[in-house]
């Protein structure tokens, strides 16, 4: 946001702009670790669940069944690695598109706001 505001760019579009740049990496890289390991994102997941019983757990259930993340040991299902690769992929090119989005519209939110 500092760099964009030091580059001329209106506070408002620095703003919006750098909070979601600085956002949209967390996606990408979330994406890209279901990608290359699908088992290891499932038991954090689930642990991550079982020990905080909170508002969660309705999208928890949700969630589950589109994967097929369900069952005692559900990391080792082909069906939900391959349902949470997918999903990793389609996560990550929806992040990166936000982020070539961002960049490209900012101009445009610039000349708007000003």
Known sequence: MIVLLRQGHAPAAALGV???LGLLPKGV?????????PGWVIRRRERTIAENASWRRPIHGLYSQALAIEGP???DSSTARQRVR???????AVC??????LVLILPLMDQALR
């Open 18 to 20: 750098g909070v979601l």
């Open 73 to 75: 040991h559900p990391w």
């Open 86 to 92: 997918l999903y990793g992929l389609v996560r990550a």
């Open 29 to 37: 890289i979330g994406g890209l670790s279901a990608v290359m390991a």
């Open 96 to 101: 990166l598109l936000g982020m070539g989005v």
